[in-house]
């Protein structure tokens, strides 16, 4: 019984061993060829030899020996998922559940809360004002709204100086419906760097074009939907 523990014991420490000269080779792989990425997490797949490398929330995949990099979503076929997206998902969701309210503008269910969702927009988008349109059906679903401004045209834009004036309005709910209805924004405009932040928010999450949603469980839905359609997918996607 001793000699068969120990046995199992040394095969364990030459498992660990392999999975860490793994990690390094990889790692040293990343630094020589691609300088300045940074490397957050590295996992096996069910792939024999095959890793996955996570870098913020760009996912890939390398061989244990750090010589080859696979771009592309990993399929598994017999459960018909898709790998490499749900770990997308689960990189977004917890990006936008550790988000501060504070720093974004909210439009909360009526009353009980079953569905949040996180919503890129540009207050002169034609779709995010038909989305903004279908708020209060929205918000009668029970689904809470929480806007991030993300002008489509910049930093050196109108519309990025007129999200500062929104994000700085004492009341920031009334200041973008006045936006989405064409009005001029008043005020001044102190929010420069928090609207970096959500560009630099949209840059990682991958956005590309108004409005970007993004589901609590970190599902993208681009693009203008009806607000019944939404619920639908909110309903499938917390399944």
């Known amino acids: 019984?001793?000699?068969?523990?120990?046995?199992?014991?040394?095969?364990?420490?030459?498992?660990?061993?392999?999975?860490?000269?793994?990690?390094?080779?990889?790692?040293?792989?990343?630094?020589?060829?691609?300088?300045?990425?940074?490397?957050?997490?590295?996992?096996?797949?069910?792939?024999?030899?095959?890793?996955?490398?996570?870098?913020?929330?760009?996912?890939?995949?390398?061989?244990?020996?750090?010589?080859y990099l696979f771009t592309g979503d990993l399929i598994d076929l017999s459960a018909r998922e898709n790998l490499t997206e749900a770990v997308r998902s689960a990189i977004r969701a917890e990006i936008i559940n550790a988000l501060d309210p504070k720093d974004m503008i909210v439009f909360p269910a009526k009353g009980e809360r079953k569905y949040s969702i996180t919503?890129?927009?540009?207050?002169?988008?034609?779709y995010c004002i038909r989305l903004h349109e279908e708020l209060p059906d929205?918000?009668?679903?029970?689904?809470?709204?929480?806007?991030?401004?993300?002008?489509?045209?910049?930093?050196?834009?109108?519309?990025f100086e007129d999200s500062s004036k929104i994000l700085c309005a004492k009341d920031r709910v009334k200041a973008i419906?006045?936006?989405?209805?064409?009005?001029?924004?008043?005020?001044?405009?102190?929010?420069?760097?928090?609207?970096?932040?959500?560009?630099r928010l949209a840059e990682m999450m991958g956005m590309t074009g108004t409005p970007f949603i993004i589901t609590d469980s970190g599902v993208v839905i681009p693009g203008y939907r009806p607000a019944a359609d939404l619920v639908r997918i909110l309903e499938a996607t917390s399944r």
């Open 1 to 67: 019984m001793i000699r068969y523990s120990m046995i199992v014991a040394a095969g364990l420490l030459g498992f660990i061993s392999m999975s860490q000269a793994d990690e390094a080779a990889i790692r040293q792989s990343v630094e020589q060829n691609m300088p300045g990425v940074a490397v957050d997490r590295i996992t096996p797949t069910p792939l024999d030899g095959l890793y996955e490398v996570r870098s913020g929330t760009d996912v890939v995949y390398m061989s244990a020996d750090g010589k």
């Open 177 to 199: 419906d006045e936006a989405m209805k064409n009005q001029q924004a008043s005020g001044k405009a102190c929010a420069d760097d928090l609207v970096r932040e959500h560009l």
């Open 138 to 159: 929205l918000n009668a679903a029970g689904v809470e709204v929480r806007y991030l401004l993300t002008p489509r045209h910049g930093e050196q834009s109108q519309v």
């Open 119 to 126: 919503v890129m927009t540009d207050h002169t988008c034609p």
